[in-house]
């Protein structure tokens, strides 16, 4: 058989919405890499000197944002405009029956209690978070701040949880799902420290289980924003004078 018409072949193969779930997944989370971190912002998007505390955290506002829009918003459009396939099939909707949120209480408190009770010596995450240290400002700049922090959990679960796990889950089975999107999701910690990125792992596959198994990314949401919270307000007690 001639190289041509093995490669028409082996394309024939090829489940369309598969291609399309980890082409658009690698495109984004490699714009989001390059193009979407705190780092870029402030580089290119400086606060100027002796702006407001607002302005200060621009830069994370500005990362957070961003972050939606490429998690989120573009996954969204595939889903309907690409895949023509409906949001709620892809987790995006109210979890069934009770273990949504009794699974959101419970992996948050599994994930939370190192972060509470360790969190005095924890030093290389103190460093790291909040990403913004003008929001240990104040109790009311924190607040504001930890609700801002929900968009960018939404576009992160609407990503990894909606769009790559229940679109991969429908062609290749549920555990294969669950690893195929805990993968990326823990990489795009590089950088983090150690404990966050190892923790990631245990997170993608308990999390990813728990919207598969509830048919919703509400759980997974709640549990993740949650702990981001607490993480940040358990470091700017310790580490940033909040």
Known sequence: MKLR?????SLGTL???VAWIFLVSVVVQSVYWYFGRVSFFEEH?????????????????????????LFAVVSIVVIRIVLGQRLADFGLRRGEGSL???????????????IVIGGAGMADVGAEYP????????????ALYALAYGVYYVGWEV?????ILFGLARKLGPW????????????????????????????GIIWGWLA???????????????????????????FHGL
């Open 176 to 203: 294969p799902a669950i690893f195929a999107q805990m993968v990326p999701s823990v990489l795009i910690h590089a950088g983090k420290p150690p404990g966050e990125t190892f923790g990631a792992i245990l997170a």
């Open 100 to 114: 949504w949120w009794k699974g959101a209480i419970v992996t948050f408190v599994v994930f939370a209690a190192p």
């Open 45 to 69: 998007f400086p606060p100027p000197e002796g702006s407001t505390i607002f302005g200060r955290i621009e830069p994370v506002l500005l990362h957070w944002a961003t972050a939606f829009v």
């Open 131 to 142: 990403l913004s240290k003008a929001a240990a400002s104040s109790w009311k700049v924190m």
């Open 159 to 163: 990503h990894f949880r909606g769009f």
């Open 212 to 238: 598969l198994e509830t048919r919703s990314i509400v759980g997974p949401l709640l549990a993740h924003w949650a702990l981001g919270v607490t993480n940040d307000v358990v470091m700017s007690i310790h």
């Open 5 to 9: 018409e093995r490669l028409k072949a």
């Open 15 to 17: 489940d369309r919405e």
